[in-house]
């Protein structure tokens, strides 16, 4: 199985999950990316067993349109029972590092707004100690300057992602080189920089269930 293959298999599986969990009035949480994109696919095949969904971006509610899907704003959705979304890397404590679709700031607060969340990942994600991809901040865009040098003083090095905003219109900056070894620290610390809108470490909201996909099957942690 190639990686394509492997995110398709394990948003399969995720569908599975869902099913099985799923009462009329649920209202879910949906990610963004490409391993996502699989499971808002198949999710058509679960289409009036549920309320509806909240999608972390504008690229996934159109799919989830799409896809029949009765798509609602978080302010109109009361508590989301489940929440489904990749991520870049996880770590074996379930702490992530998200925002390489740029849509972290989003994804944050849609996870952070659900009971249980569901981490959908293919073998080449998990990883000992989160760092290696950078890490994408989301800034405002009189900040950007100033926060890229708080970001170097940091230890980082920070890159303004080309021709790219947000949902939120702000731009990203993908930040490689930071000192990862307390994670909850470092995505506290970055959040503390004036300007900066959201991180993309998801270590004080981590997942709460990794489903994993690789050659052998699927794993869960
Ligand atoms: C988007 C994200 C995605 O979950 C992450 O980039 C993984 O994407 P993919 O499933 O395409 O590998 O955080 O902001």
């Given at each position: 199985m190639n990686r394509e293959q492997l995110k398709a298999r394990v948003a399969q599986e995720a569908i599975d999950y869902t099913r099985e969990r799923l009462t009329p009035d649920a209202v879910l949480g949906i990610g963004t990316g490409s391993t996502v994109n699989h499971f808002i696919d198949a999710l058509r095949c679960l289409r009036?067993?549920?309320a509806g969904c909240v999608a972390s971006s504008e690229m996934s509610a159109e799919r989830l349109a799409r896809s029949g899907c009765n798509v609602i704003d978080l302010n109109e959705a009361?508590?989301?029972?489940l929440y489904v979304d990749g991520a870049d890397e996880a770590d074996f404590s379930r702490r992530l590092i998200k925002g390489g679709g740029g849509a972290l700031t989003r994804e944050k607060i849609v996870a952070t707004a659900s009971d249980h969340f569901l981490c959908i990942i293919d073998?080449?994600?998990?990883?000992?100690?989160?760092?290696a991809f950078p890490l994408a901040v989301e800034v405002l865009r009189i900040a950007v300057t100033q926060v890229c040098s708080t970001l170097a003083d940091l230890g980082g090095q920070p890159h303004l992602r080309a021709n790219f905003r947000s949902d939120e219109g702000n731009p990203i900056l993908d930040v490689s080189g930071l000192d990862f070894s307390d994670p909850l620290a470092l995505e506290s610390e970055i959040n503390q920089i004036p300007g900066v809108v959201a991180n993309g470490i998801f270590a004080r909201r981590p997942a709460d269930q990794v489903m994993l996909a690789s050659k052998s099957g699927i794993s869960v942690y």
């Open positions: 009036g067993q549920f009361g508590a989301l029972q073998e080449s994600k998990r990883k000992v100690r989160l760092g």
